[in-house]
């Protein structure tokens, strides 16, 4: 009926540890809660009678064709949600047409992945998601690893330069994936998580070293504040997703959908802005539309789809959010994603 | 005592699913929530010692005479409500002197309801709620019914470029009315709801269609945004509703009181506004007023008194509310519906 | 230990219908709630290192001398409270130096109340609290009694030009005071409230006639709009009580301390302002003084005090007040009750 | 885990008396519990690929080096918690590098704390902090004291010309130590807590006064007013510690959080602010640090630390605490603690 249901499905069913994992954020979670209210605060002002046929959804982003403009968020180890893992989840994206941005911590194999992607679509859009490790050659060998999987995108996840406190995860003593599941994408080092190193260190030095070894677009994911925005578009950088990683690194940053117009501000439409975090509904995205951003991207839904039924409950997930969308859309009286007004949205009214 | 009290009278004899299909908003209900909730956070300061007589609480719309500013917005289905229907409600109303727009989805036809509304009163004042349909044909016969039945206005819905989702409803997988309950205006293509046909294609050349086949006031019920009452004006539009379906539609539209001043702005006093959308007591039909209102209508207060008591139940929800909007002006220092000062108002108060 | 427990302590001992009709608040009883509520929103700011003695607590207001500037104000029905009624709330007041107003409803008549005070204070400071009647001989009548049992100043109430819905008390079918208990005030005319009216009509122009019939000084009880305070100066009126009549009236007026400013800003320091409503802490008192009343009025916790324990009960409500108040002055470095700076009150910060 | 583990594990063992003594704030709690609400209100904006080492926690106050910018507030009876008392409080600060503030209060003697700290650390941080006394003469005997234990600062708590109105101590009766324990540092007056006169006479030349006595650095502790501040800078005062007393002296003074940059613009950064109350995360600390403090002070963690677990229980908060620090500073892109901008810090945002 609704993704608030699918994540009781998914709780249903997963080890109440690994739920913990998935649905947690850092510490007292005030992020992760303000992110999903900060959605219900923002107002919608449709406009009326404006003959239109039923709104077309499609969208270009970074030259990827998405049949909506909502993405999956990178998100780590699917095959703790189910044994399919990410085998799953980009099936069901490739079959919906939907951009998928795959981890750098998955549980199945970037390579495997795209050739689970090229069985159902003939062009699937494959991102792929990065923490720059200070062991360039490490980092190197990963983005060719990407690129000859034929992913189009690198998304650098940019909020990290240290790990978030997670009380519930350790609360649940949880450091370690299961026998039988590892991170495929890092087999060269064993394939455990604690082989990924996230430092302060790492610097927009490194992006310009990443600009120079790869054509990719690169996408920077994580930023909130506008003068970093403006050094992205000074570094080079082809988009940015606007996001405090669904509340789970800093505790206390604020809502992803309210910084959107901050740096909608800060770029000045010089490139394209995409964001993630508490997106749970069609008019959210709609919202999210309407402050600036080119698509939205999707994190624990699909998660809650995917433990709920495999690639057949990610694309239910999907599927909702689409009919959402379009209902949205419609009842707003906007005939295409592009055309979603500022105006739209209505601060402080509810 | 009031109409909380009708609700719950109401609850207690009604089907659950009916209730549901009355009670429930769209999606997360946070519209119709915030709809009754923007009432209570909006405060009165009332004025003193000003001499007058118990005030006077005739109000005349749109040529309509009615007894009070208080009108009954148009309502699906009443025959769910009581076997009486819309017989029973449209019977209260006349008797009380009220405007009552009757439904297209009613489920008595209009030309029982005027035909009943005449037993009661010399003139009642019946006004038309209309979809606009593709079918130029369709929508032109079912005009030419609410004239030959005598209605005094024509209220054409316009945030319903499509349906909104309804989840009460989707889990009580309520979708058809009873054997024996039709949609009586939609008798000529069999008197199923499904006939309607709810599409963004309407436009503001199908209401330029309407001004040239009617001579009726033409009424837009769902107007939000500023530009959209501009364009009214400009179409001829004779009278608007401030209105969010009272949450029905899109979840997520602003307070339908909250927008009031702002279109009271938009149309400088160049055509009466009414409101729905949240009155559930006197002094809420006083801050409407206030805040430029020449009416306010309620929906589910009316469905709830047929529910606990037909005709008379409505009749009693009517003099409930008379008799709170008499105390609530007299106690304001107003001594008429039409000296009812914006100043009355204050923001942030509460 | 605090006023709280004086409520909880009343309740228990009270018929549950009189508790009702002591404790509620007019329809949804949301200016009740916020009235209290206002007052936690206020933040007090402390000077510190001031130096000083304990300060002061006296007060004269309209030339009476009060140890304190906490008023009683006028409710109604002490005999519903305790058997000794007025007798006992007059008694403890006197005692402690504290203005009792007198309420015209009063089980006790005025002289009895006066010759009760007498006997316990020299001088005791008592008001009398009025409905100006469109009978102005009965108006008169009730004057001349108050003048002779020396009063030494007239309350009007000016917020009632009807009677608020009280829904409490409908439900518990509330209308007439138990056998044995009349408003001593109103023998003349039967001792039933119903004899009381309460009219639209009164004006202005019955102020005036009210000034040329009395020495005595004119307060008026229930201001809160700046043009009424600005009319009041013009018609040669003496103070003012900031009222919204405890929540029991008009539902939706603002809370009274928030209009304390306002009003305070359109007299200009021309004429005391009192302010009752909410007040249940030595800390209201310092928030409503420093913002710029004379004096501040309590009602329901003289009535909690007398239900629990008769004048020994008042007696110690008032003793725990001004304990708080003491403790309050000094800890937000005041002097005395006359050196309550603005700026000790901060908005927007709790 | 975090630090509200530690107060539910003491509350656990505590007597429940002595534990609402430590826990409670006066009267309705109000500014305790908003003490810790407003850190949750205000958002934390990181700054990305600032490329740099893990940051050093190390700072400077009054000329005591720190391990880190957070500091142990003075609070009472340290033995009701555990026997060791201040012994264990102060050993565990000072093998932690932390600069403790002793109370004068304390059930162990300001000589002993500093010989058990010099047990653990060279050059332990020991501060000391009094309520000047109308006997100057015992006053300067107590400085005396501090300073012959090797003190490097006095801490003048300024919000008490009176005692705070504590209701569950009054409910429990709380009034004096169990037998066996005493306020060491007023043994020469008997040792008991009512020997210590909390006056409303206290002034400015008071403060004077004890400048001309001592060289010390003299630090007011309770400042909230921005004139306060500017007659700090004008009496010479070294340092102002920015605090309501943890919620326990005037109930209603602002969050102390929020008061800090109003006096971080008064003192135009003449003099170092130090603040307390509610400080519960690390990422409340780096709030502090934006909005202008060298260093924030904690109170009630060590007491929860203590009673949990004696000196190991406050060496774990001070790790916790570090910890989250680290984390928090590292995940906001700071490499310091000198180096946190006031932009970090959102208002308006959660």
């Known amino acids: 009926m609704n993704v608030r249901e699918f994540e009781a499905?998914?709780?249903?069913?997963?080890?109440?540890?690994?739920?913990?994992?998935?649905?947690?954020?850092?510490?007292?979670?005030?992020?992760?809660?303000?992110?999903?209210?900060?959605?219900?605060?923002?107002?919608?002002?449709?406009?009326?009678?404006?003959?239109?046929?039923?709104?077309?959804?499609?969208?270009?982003?970074?030259?990827?064709?998405?049949?909506?403009?909502?993405?999956?968020?990178?998100?780590?180890?699917?095959?703790?949600?189910?044994?399919?893992?990410?085998?799953?989840?980009?099936?069901?994206?490739?079959?919906?047409?939907?951009?998928?941005?795959?981890?750098?911590?998955?549980?199945?194999?970037?390579?495997?992945?795209?050739?689970?992607?090229?069985?159902?679509?003939?062009?699937p859009a494959l991102w792929f998601q990065l923490y720059l490790q200070p062991d360039l050659g490490f980092t190197?060998?990963?983005?060719?690893?990407?690129?000859?999987?034929?992913?189009?995108?690198?998304?650098?996840?940019?909020?990290?330069?240290?790990?978030?406190?997670?009380?519930?995860?350790?609360?649940?003593?949880f450091h370690d994936l299961p026998p039988g599941i590892r991170c495929e994408n890092l087999r060269e080092t064993g394939g455990s998580v604690r082989g990924v190193v996230l430092s302060p260190e790492i610097s927009w030095r490194h992006l310009d070293w990443l600009r120079g070894v790869t054509t990719l677009p690169i996408v920077l994911k994580g930023v909130l504040h506008p003068a970093d925005a403006e050094l992205a578009l000074r570094h080079g950088i082809d988009a940015i997703i606007v996001s405090n990683h669904g509340g789970r690194q800093l505790d206390g940053t604020p809502p992803a959908i309210d910084r959107l117009p901050v740096l909608a501000d800060a770029v000045g439409g010089e490139l394209p802005l995409l964001v993630d975090g508490g997106i749970r509904r069609g008019t959210d995205v709609v919202k999210a539309l309407a402050l600036g951003a080119t698509a939205a991207a999707i994190g624990r839904p699909v998660l809650w789809g995917l433990a709920a039924g495999g690639q057949d409950g990610v694309a239910r997930v999907l599927a909702l959010l689409r009919n959402e969308l379009l209902n949205a859309l419609t009842l707003c009286g906007c005939d295409s994603t592009e055309s979603v007004p500022r105006d739209l949205v209505l601060r402080g009214a509810m």
Chains 1, 2, 3, 4 share one sequence.
């Open 9 to 123: 499905a998914a709780k249903a069913v997963l080890d109440p540890v690994h739920y913990d994992y998935f649905a947690s954020g850092a510490q007292d979670e005030l992020t992760m809660r303000a992110n999903e209210e900060a959605f219900r605060r923002l107002a919608l002002v449709p406009r009326i009678l404006r003959g239109h046929q039923p709104p077309g959804l499609g969208r270009t982003v970074l030259g990827s064709q998405a049949s909506m403009p909502i993405m999956i968020a990178p998100t780590a180890f699917h095959r703790l949600a189910h044994p399919d893992g990410e085998r799953a989840s980009v099936r069901a994206a490739a079959e919906a047409g939907v951009i998928m941005i795959a981890a750098m911590l998955a549980t199945v194999a970037i390579e495997d992945m795209a050739a689970e992607a090229r069985k159902v679509a003939d062009d």
């Open 140 to 173: 190197e060998a990963i983005v060719r690893r990407a690129e000859a999987a034929g992913c189009a995108a690198l998304v650098v996840t940019v909020d990290s330069p240290a790990l978030g406190r997670n009380e519930r995860g350790d609360r649940n003593d």
